[in-house]
Every structure is written in structure tokens, then in C-alpha cells.
């Protein structure tokens, strides 16, 4: 009984472990190509889209996006991605482009499984921070020469576009849309209320000011952090550059002496603690979303939000009239004893387009490569400006009239100042979430400075 | 029935039982933890160039606070559950078998509602009945001048574990009264007909009667229940993210955050089996505790 | 309360009217809640996503269709339902007859063996998914298993079973053995007795885990996001994120999703949640 019963399960076992054992590796291609070639046939009859080469020798572009087509209309990028894909498509009936569309969380899950997996699709999006894993393990394909061979192509994008994407001078994606995460949206109203006809200017004004609104029972700012990288995106990228100045931010991306225990960068921590502990944010800051802070900020509960670019849309579809009129935009203030340039925030393209390091057949490589210039350029850039949404295109063509204010004051204004980087679009990814996590309990008085800086520079240790 | 007894004819038969599930098991579930245990020997982060690390991953996380940390969570997580789930879910299941209670059926047929609802739709909403300026907890409290008990709920570290487990709670007392009830019905009701004869109360038949009848199920239940909390995700990512900070951090997060976020697959892979690990003790600790005494004389 | 203490047998009976009171208040505020969630998101889901952001608790200022409009034109929630009811369905039938299998066998014989073999089983519920999300797919992968439309049978059979044999191990074991012990010397076959006595005394134990399983497969996401790639085997948790846009999400277009997704099943569940009490009471008298 229990012979036979252990036998069977035995075999069983012995069966599939036979692939069990062994270093992880993805799934081999070569060995694995050939057995399932005649079950890839019958896949397709079974299921429709199972394949990847279609059996009526047409080419397959598989392409996976964190956007979705129930989106267009909303996003100005997500509307400008589909068209110039639906476009492309149409110009080219031979190919198959198959699309996989699910939201950002989801996306981060998948993408990565896939990778592990060795199952990469052909064209997919990858964020600055994943480029050093993401080129480590050899899932993405190195388009330096395609876009040197297009110097139009690639010299249309804003300046430093590329460099999240960019490993030892090897590009590695195409820039999509850009953003400048770090923009002060504040009630003009209501500051006016308290004295002040402009945002503050310097950092002891802002202080006073958070004072007053105190006094008035009013948030100075709103901050929606449950997610917990708006503290670090919108906030820490643009206030730590404020002390630290861009050449720390470069050495600590190229790993070349810059630590987190600087001290530039813990008075950074220092002043965003106190700035909280003044009573700046929301008693429930890392626990709303950026649904329930707008919530706050549209019913005038709040003075101002710290945001990104994304929002500009929002205000213009979703606050009331007064809030919408009210709003204008600003920077953080200068600090002293800080950084050289005071006029700065955190900006410039998070997300790339980027192509599979699968893709080896030249001439699959060369109309996946059309595809991805068709995503990136102005074939999508305008349609994404003229929506209101910030693109890595540096000159798209679009009606100024026709979007929301707000965005136009952006372009003016943002002229004058410089972007400095993003945290999270080009530190390595486990050094953000440390970093990300810390920010809550540093923001609620759980955490000290010194020790979060220490935290995240064993992780940068670890991550290098 | 005994083995000697068995017929061959018999034996066949069970063989034949066992078999559909045990393959499928086997090959979907087994197999890939051990390739998961084979994986939590390396450093690999997804790549071809896996390198083998012996068992440094598992003194790794021996070491590792933040994982230990989140096990607590778990554990504490897990205690109000059990008492709130299966406590709750026993008190009610006896309520909807006592005569003066309305609504039985409407309150059977409800009760389970929550448990089909997905994790992730019970997360959502109340983060929103939490919320400090327009929750409705805050809203109700205010209502009753009691402006001053309202709070940012999910936003103390010290309290967080026992706020996100209310609405695990409340999720599963359908879950359990389900489970419950299905083992009460199967208690001949003679037996409380001669107690209340006897001049029983509802409580004493409850406790004195019915507990002790269907306390295999019960341990059931906590089993469940302990299985269920050592793997809970999906209610506290869409509640608090693990946060603030790490204060509501739980096993099963980190493993997706180490796995997906960080992409350390090596290591997470070592957090499962360690989480596998504990959970079986966890159970087996339970299952010493409640041991199963309604088989003792009973059937074999 | 002094006219209560002037008598102590009444005080003691209104002590016990007031406690079936309360007791019947708690119960119909439990029942309240349960269903508030759905009406809450049922009424949210007629907002606009403005409306919405300005308050997330009052009621709609008009009866506006058009989130359910875009729900039904710009996704393709129907064939998401097809798809997870099929998973959904297949899955549920086939764990019913696996594990009632197994588990009426693990209950009713000793044999060696057989409490490792339920161990083995019970082991299944104790394992975080998310390691195995990658070992999983290259596994189904090298097999050829991805992506076809009984891909997520399997991991949904296979985690479903260990709560499932469990469940039912452990009721059977509450069944007296008399009637099938008389059926078997009346020369009853060992699988005409399986389905002809132990079937119908298991059945409230097997609607209970049947209905665990429905929703608990319905509603599963990991698998579902990672081992199919085609759009056209999507299932409804996986099509219902993208209402999610990259930085803000439209919350009440979500709700509209949710309600379309979820009425079908509710309207299921009150439909047969009937049946399954009589299933249980029948249980009662049978057993």
C-alpha cells in the first residue's frame, strides 16, 4: 500500500524535479525552442494569440505597457502612446503588434516575472531606477548605434533625456514622457489670507507661514504618502538637492565617493523632520492616497500640495471652479548654507522605451525599433502636449490655447530653472524603498535623521 | 477497516481516491517550492548569473530584523484573528440557533457576503471608512460629539496592527460561521431537547453542549486561521503598504517587496521557505494545543 | 430602573428581553455592515470622479451613467467574466471531486502513510504565492502549459485542494459510519457507496467548501496577472486595474467596474446561498 501510494508519488516528483535542479535560469530557448514547436501549432489553435510567430508568416511585435486603453482621453501620455501605435499598426498591416496593458503595480509585478522567467517581451517600459538590474541581467538590448545612426531622432529629446537609461555610455532606452515632480500647487487665496501674496522664498518664510496657517486650523500642505514615494519624488529629490547641489546627487549615481551619511544630505532629512514636526503636513500623511490628498487640498482643508506635473490635468478636470482659479504654481524655497543653485526641481523622464534583448533576427530588430521611434517621438509627443502632459520631446507642436492654464504657466516658468534628478527614476530601486519606507517614519518622528542616512547607505553598500 | 483488513480491491480503490489530487498537488504546488528552495541558495537577482551562496541567505535573514519584525505582526495579527473570527463566528452561529432571534436566514445568507467580496475590495473600502477627514468612523464619532476619540486611525505605529485587523475580522466571521454552523448541524438536536429539559440556559448548551461537539471543527478553524494570517497580503498593501514605515509590515509583503521591488529573488525565496517554516511549526503547536480528541474512541 | 428592583423576577426577565434586544441589535448591525461596502460602492459608482474627490461619502448629485458607459465601450469586462467564470466553474467542480475523493479516503481508512499524505496536503495552505510566481511560470512554461485557457485551472485546483481536503476530512470524520458499513455488507461496491451514500451526508460540507472556492477563485489575482499573456484570456481582478491610471485613479469608474463584475456573482450567491442552508439543515437530519 504505502510502497505503491510513495512509488507513484515518487515518480511524480522525480519527474518534474529532473528541471528543479540546477542554478535558476530562465527558460532556455535553444533547448526549449524545438520540443515545443509542434505544441506552439496546436496553442494556436486552442487559444487564438497563444503563439508568438503567427502561422500565416506574418511578424509578431509583443509589446507590454503600464498604460491602458480605458485610459484614453484622461492621460495626455496614455492617449498619445495608443494613437501613435494604433497609427503605426495601420501603416504596417504585415505585422502583428499584440499589447499587453495593465496598470503600474501590476506592471512592476509582471515585467519583472517575465524577465526572471527569460520570457521578456519584445518592446516593453522601463524605469530609470531598474536600469542597472535590468542591464545586469541582460534582458534589454543596448540601441546606442540605432540612435547614433538617427542623430535627429535622438537629439530631439530634452537635455540629459537619456541618462536614466543610459550604463557606460551604452543607451538602453528612449525617453517617454517627462515630469517635473516637485512643484508647489498652492491655494493663492488662502496665502494671501495669511500675508503672503506669493509662495514663500526663502525657508524661515515658509516656516512662518506654516505657523500661521497652524494658527487658522488650516494644513499648510497635504501630502498623500501611503503609497510612500511622494515623500521621497515630490518632496526629498527637490529639498535634498536644495543641500547637497546636483554633483552629490552624480557621485552617489556613479557611486564615486558621495555617501548618504553626508552631511548635506542629513540636514536635508533634518529640515523635512522639522518642517513636519512644525505640524507642515496632514495628521494622516501615510495614510491617504493621492485620491483622499486631493480630497483635502479640492475642499480647501489644505494651503498646498507638493505634486508632479501629472496633476496639472487633475486640477483642471476635477477641482472646483475657485480651488482651479486659485491654484498657482511655485518651487520649493532656498535654503541657506545649501547649494549653490537655489532655483531648481526634481524633473525629467522616469520612463523608457525600451527593446528586448531577445529580439536577435535584424530584420524583426529593425521594424521593433521603428515601432519604438513611433512611440517615443513626436508622433506621440504632441498628441501628449496638447493633452497638458510634460513630454520628453523637447519642441512638440501644440495648441496653446487649447490646454489647461496651469500647463502654460509650467512652460513659462520653467524655463528658468534647473531640473536636477529624480530619486526614484534613477537610484537603484531597493536603495528607494529603504529610502521610501524611512521617509514615513522619519515624516512621523519614529526615525532620527542619522540613522535613516545610515540605513539607506547600507543599502546603497549592499546594492553595489 | 483496519489495514490487515484491507482488501486488495479496497486498496485499489483508495489508490484511485488519492491519486487526481495528489499529481496535481505534487506538480503545481510542490515542485515549485523545492525549484524556490533551489533558488534561496543564490544570489540571483533574475539574471543568468545566478551565483551560489550556500546557506548565507538563511543567516541572512536569521539576522534580519525587519523579517522578524514582520513575523511578529503575523503572530499578533493571527491572535486577534482567531479570537475575533472564530470567537465571534462561534457566539453567532449559537445566536441564529437560539429561538428569540430575528432574521436567521437573512443573517446566514448576509454574514458570508464579505467573504466573497475580493481582499483587495475590502482593503480599498475601508481605507476609506479610516480616513481622518471623512472616514466614517470620524464621521459617526463627530456625530456623537465625540470629536476628540477621532483619530488618523491608520497612522499610529502602536496601534496600527490591531486597526487592520478589524477588517480582517469582519471579513472571515461569515468565513467561520459557515464552518461552524456546518458541524452544528450535524449534532442531533435530541441532545438539546433532554438540556433543556434538564432547564439548560443558551450559554450553558453553548459552551457545555455544543463546544465540545464540534471542536473538530473548531480546530479546523484555528488551523485555517493560522494559515490564512501567516500569508495575509493583499488587505494591508491596499490599507497601509506595509506602513508607516514598517510598523504593519507582514511576512508575505516583504516577500513581494523583496521579490518584486528589489528584485532579490535568491533571498525572497529564502524568506518563503522561512515563512513555510514557521507556519508549520506555528500549526503544529496549534494542533498540540487543540489535540483531536472526537476521533479518539469514536470511529477506529 | 427603581420599578425593576421592587421585583426581582420581573428585573431578571426584562435583564434577559433586554439582552435578546441587544443581541438581535448586534446581529442586524453585523448584517448592516456586511452589506454596506457593496452599497456604498453601488452608489459611488454613479459619481463623477470630481464629485468624487470632493467628497468620497455623500450621495450622487444625479443618476450619471457614464462610468458604466465607459466601463461597457472602452474595456472588455464581458470576456474577462467569461473568462474567470469558466476558470471559475471548472475549478470549483473538479476541487469538489478531487478532494471529496481524498479526503473521504484520508478519513475513513488507516492505512500507513496516510498522515503523511495528509500533511503533505495541509502543508499546501501554509505557502506564500508570490516566491512562487517565477518557479511557477518557468515551470508551466517549459511544459508549454502558459497561456491557453485551462492555464489557471491548475494553480487553482492545486491551492484550492488542501483547505477543500481538510474541510472535508474532517466532516466526514463526524459522520457516523453506520450506514455506509451497512450498505458495504449488503454488498454495496466501495465507489457506489462513495457517491451514493457518503455523497449526499457529505453535501453541506461540500457546498460550504464550493462556495469558499468560488469566490476564493473568482477574485484571485497573482496567478491570473502572471501566467496568462493574452488579452483575450484575461481575467476579471487582473482587466479591473486598469482603471488605474499611472498617478491618479478614477474611483468611481473603478466602482462602476466593480459593481458591473460583481452583481452577477451576488445575484448567484443570494440565489443559491438558499439552497446551501437547506443543505446544511438537511445535513442535520440526515446525519
Redesign the interface.
Known amino acids: ?2 510502497k505503491k ?2 512509488a507513484a508519488l515518487m515518480a511524480v516528483t522525480l519527474a ?1 524535479s529532473m ?2 535542479c540546477g542554478a535558476p535560469q ?2 532556455d530557448d535553444d533547448k ?1 525552442s524545438k ?2 514547436a509542434q ?2 501549432e496546436k ?1 494556436e489553435q ?5 503563439s508568438e510567430e503567427s502561422t500565416d508568416g506574418k511578424t509578431t511585435i ?1 509589446v507590454i505597457c ?7 482621453g ?2 495626455g ?2 492617449t498619445g502612446f495608443f494613437g501613435a501605435l494604433d497609427t503605426w499598426q495601420e501603416e504596417h498591416p504585415d505585422v502583428e503588434v ?9 506592471y512592476q ?2 515585467i519583472n ?1 517575465l524577465g ?4 521578456m517581451p519584445d518592446l516593453f517600459m522601463m524605469k530609470g531606477s531598474w536600469t542597472k538590474t535590468f542591464v545586469e541581467n541582460g534582458w534589454v538590448s543596448d540601441i546606442t548605434a540605432e540612435l547614433d545612426a538617427d542623430q535627429e531622432w535622438k537629439n530631439a529629446y530634452i537635455k540629459g533625456g537619456f541618462d536614466a537609461a543610459t550604463r557606460d555610455d551604452k543607451i538602453y532606452g528612449v525617453p517617454q514622457e517627462s515630469m517635473s515632480t516637485g512643484m508647489v500647487y498652492y491655494n493663492s487665496d488662502m496665502w494671501k489670507e495669511i500675508g503672503y501674496e506669493t509662495f514663500p522664498e526663502t525657508w524661515d518664510e515658509l516656516l512662518d507661514a506654516v505657523d500661521k496657517f497652524k494658527e487658522k486650523g488650516i494644513t499648510p500642505f497635504v501630502m498623500g504618502n501611503k503609497p510612500n514615494w511622494p515623500a521621497e519624488s515630490c518632496w526629498l529629490s527637490t529639498l535634498g538637492d536644495r543641500f547637497t547641489g546636483p554633483d552629490w546627487t552624480q557621485s552617489i549615481l556613479e557611486g564615486s565617493g558621495a555617501k548618504f551619511t553626508d552631511e548635506a544630505f542629513v540636514k536635508a532629512l533634518t529640515a523635512f523632520q522639522e518642517l513636519a514636526q512644525r505640524g507642515a503636513f496632514n495628521e494622516d500623511i501615510n495614510s491617504i ?4 490628498q ?2 483635502v487640498y ?2 480647501k482643508k489644505a494651503a498646498a500640495i507638493v505634486n ?1 506635473t ?2 496639472i490635468p ?1 486640477i483642471d ?4 471652479e475657485d480651488v482651479k482659479a486659485a491654484t498657482k504654481l511655485a518651487i520649493l524655497p532656498s535654503v541657506e548654507g545649501g547649494a549653490e543653485n537655489q532655483k531648481t526641481v526634481s524633473g525629467g523622464p522616469a520612463w523608457f522605451m525600451s527593446l528586448s534583448s531577445k529580439v536577435t533576427d535584424p530584420a524583426k530588430r529593425e521594424l521593433a525599433m521603428d515601432l519604438l521611434k513611433a512611440l517615443t517621438d513626436e508622433r506621440q509627443a504632441n498628441v501628449t502636449a496638447s493633452m497638458g502632459g510634460v513630454t520628453a520631446w523637447a519642441n512638440p507642436e501644440y495648441d496653446t490655447a487649447k490646454v489647461p492654464a496651469l500647463f502654460n504657466e509650467y512652460n513659462a516658468m520653467i524655463k528658468d530653472i534647473t531640473a536636477v534628478p529624480i530619486y526614484d527614476a534613477c537610484m537603484d530601486a531597493s536603495v528607494i524603498e529603504t529610502m521610501n519606507v524611512g521617509l514615513q517614519s522619519l515624516l512621523i518622528g519614529e526615525k532620527a535623521p542619522e540613522e535613516l542616512a545610515d540605513e539607506i547607505q547600507m543599502e546603497q553598500e549592499l546594492a553595489q | ?3 490487515s483488513t ?1 482488501k486488495p ?3 485499489m ?2 489508490i ?3 491519486l ?3 499529481i ?2 505534487t ?7 523545492i ?2 528552495f533551489n ?1 534561496s541558495f543564490y544570489n540571483w537577482s533574475g539574471g543568468p548569473q545566478a551565483k551560489y551562496v550556500g546557506w548565507k541567505n538563511y543567516q541572512i535573514l536569521l539576522k534580519d530584523t525587519s523579517f522578524w519584525h514582520a513575523f511578529s505582526n503575523n503572530i499578533w495579527i493571527a491572535v486577534l484573528c482567531i479570537a475575533g473570527q472564530i470567537g465571534i463566528a462561534f457566539v ?1 452561529s449559537a ?2 440557533t ?1 429561538r ?4 436567521k ?18 482593503g480599498f ?1 475601508w481605507s ?1 471608512i479610516f ?1 481622518y477627514d ?1 472616514g ?1 468612523v470620524n ?1 459617526i464619532l463627530r456625530a456623537l460629539h465625540l470629536g476628540n476619540l477621532a483619530k488618523p486611525w491608520l497612522d499610529n505605529p502602536n496601534t496600527i496592527i490591531s486597526v487592520v485587523s478589524i477588517p480582517l475580522i ?1 471579513q472571515y ?3 467561520y460561521m ?2 461552524i ?9 435530541s441532545i438539546y431537547e433532554m438540556a433543556e429539559l434538564d432547564g439548560a440556559t443558551g450559554v450553558q448548551k453553548a459552551v457545555k453542549i455544543t463546544l465540545p461537539l464540534i471542536k ?2 473548531i ?2 478553524a484555528v ?2 486561521c493560522i ?2 494570517n ?2 495575509i ?2 488587505h494591508i498593501y491596499v490599507m497601509t503598504n506595509g506602513g508607516p514605515g514598517t510598523s504593519s509590515m507582514v ?2 509583503l516583504q ?2 517587496k523583496t ?2 521591488i528589489k528584485n532579490q ?1 535568491g533571498y ?2 529564502a ?2 521557505i522561512g ?2 517554516v514557521l ?2 511549526g506555528l ?1 503544529g503547536i496549534s494542533r498540540l494545543i487543540i489535540t483531536r480528541p ?2 479518539k474512541e469514536s ?2 | 430602573m427603581a420599578e425593576l428592583k421592587k421585583n426581582a423576577v420581573p428585573a431578571k426577565k426584562v435583564g434577559k428581553s433586554i439582552g ?1 434586544v441587544i ?2 441589535a448586534v ?2 448591525l ?2 448592516f ?3 454596506f ?2 452599497v ?2 453601488f452608489y459611488s459608482s454613479f459619481k463623477t ?2 464629485e ?6 455623500a450621495l450622487p448629485q444625479a443618476l450619471n451613467l457614464k462610468n458604466y458607459i ?1 466601463v461597457f465601450t ?2 472588455k469586462l464581458g470576456m474577462y467574466m467569461l473568462n474567470s467564470a469558466r476558470n471559475t466553474i471548472l475549478s470549483v467542480l473538479i476541487i469538489i ?3 471529496f ?2 479526503g ?3 478519513s ?6 496516510r498522515s503523511l ?1 495528509y500533511n ?20 508551466l ?2 511544459s ?1 502549459l502558459t ?3 485551462y492555464t489557471l485551472l ?2 487553482y ?3 484550492g ?3 477543500s ?3 472535508i476530512e ?2 466526514i ?3 457516523p ?1 453506520e450506514l455506509e458499513e451497512a450498505a458495504s455488507i449488503d454488498g454495496c461496491g ?2 457506489r457507496c462513495l457517491f451514493q451514500i457518503v455523497f449526499p451526508l457529505a453535501m ?2 461540500l457546498s ?1 467548501v464550493a ?2 472556492q468560488f ?1 476564493a477563485v ?2 484571485e ?2 496567478f491570473s ?2 501566467l496568462v ?5 484575461r481575467t476579471v ?2 482587466g479591473l ?11 468611481p469608474r473603478l466602482m462602476a467596474g ?1 459593481m458591473t463584475t ?1 452583481l452577477p ?2 445575484i448567484l ?2 440565489v443559491f ?2 439552497r446551501i ?1 437547506e443543505g ?2 438537511a ?2 437530519v440526515k ?1
Open positions: 500500500m504505502k501510494l510513495l518534474a528541471t528543479a530562465a527558460v526549449d520540443d515545443t505544441t506552439e496553442k486552442d487559444s487564438g494569440e497563444a509583443t503600464h498604460q491602458s486603453r480605458s485610459n484614453i484622461e492621460g501620455f496614455t499584440k499589447v499587453e496593458e495593465m496598470d503600474q503595480t501590476a509585478t509582471k516575472s526572471a522567467s527569460g520570457d492616497d493621492d485620491t483622499e486631493n480630497t479640492f475642499n508632479g501629472w496633476f487633475t478636470n476635477s477641482a472646483p | 477497516m483496519r489495514k484491507l480491491k479496497t486498496r480503490a483508495i484511485v481516491c488519492l487526481p489530487a495528489l496535481i498537488y506538480y503545481v504546488v510542490i515542485l515549485p517550492i525549484n524556490a533558488y453567532f445566536l441564529l437560539s428569540f432571534v430575528r432574521f436566514k437573512l443573517h446566514r445568507v448576509v454574514a458570508y457576503f464579505p467573504a466573497t467580496i475580493s481582499a483587495v475590495v475590502v473600502t476609506f480616513n471623512y466614517l464621521v469582519w466571521i461569515g468565513y459557515v464552518i454552523m456546518a458541524a452544528m448541524t450535524s449534532i442531533d438536536p473538530g471543527s480546530a479546523v488551523m485555517l494559515a490564512g501567516m500569508k497580503f493583499d511576512m508575505a516577500v513581494y521579490t518584486f529573488f525572497a525565496s524568506m518563503s515563512i513555510l507556519s508549520l500549526v472526537w476521533r470511529d477506529y | 435578546k443581541c438581535n446581529l442586524l453585523f448584517s455592515s456586511c452589506i461596502p457593496m456604498w460602492i470622479q470630481a468624487f474627490t470632493q467628497s468620497s461619502t465607459s472602452q474595456t471531486v478531487f478532494s475523493l481524498a473521504y479516503v484520508l475513513r481508512y488507516r492505512f500507513r502513510g499524505i503533505y496536503f495541509i502543508m499546501g495552505m501554509l505557502i506564500p504565492v508570490h516566491a512562487l510566481l517565477v518557479p511557477m511560470y518557468v515551470q512554461r517549459q508549454g497561456n491557453h485557457w491548475f494553480p485546483v492545486a491551492f485542494l488542501p483547505i481536503i481538510m474541510l474532517s466532516y470524520a463526524s459522520i459510519k466501495f465507489f453541506p460540507i460550504t462556495i469558499i469566490f473568482w477574485n489575482f497573482s496577472l502572471i499573456n493574452s488579452d483575450t484570456l481582478p487582473v486595474t486598469m482603471f488605474k491610471s499611472a498617478y491618479t485613479v478614477d474611483y466593480i460583481t456573482v451576488m450567491y443570494f446561498s438558499k442552508i446544511m439543515v445535513g442535520a446525519g
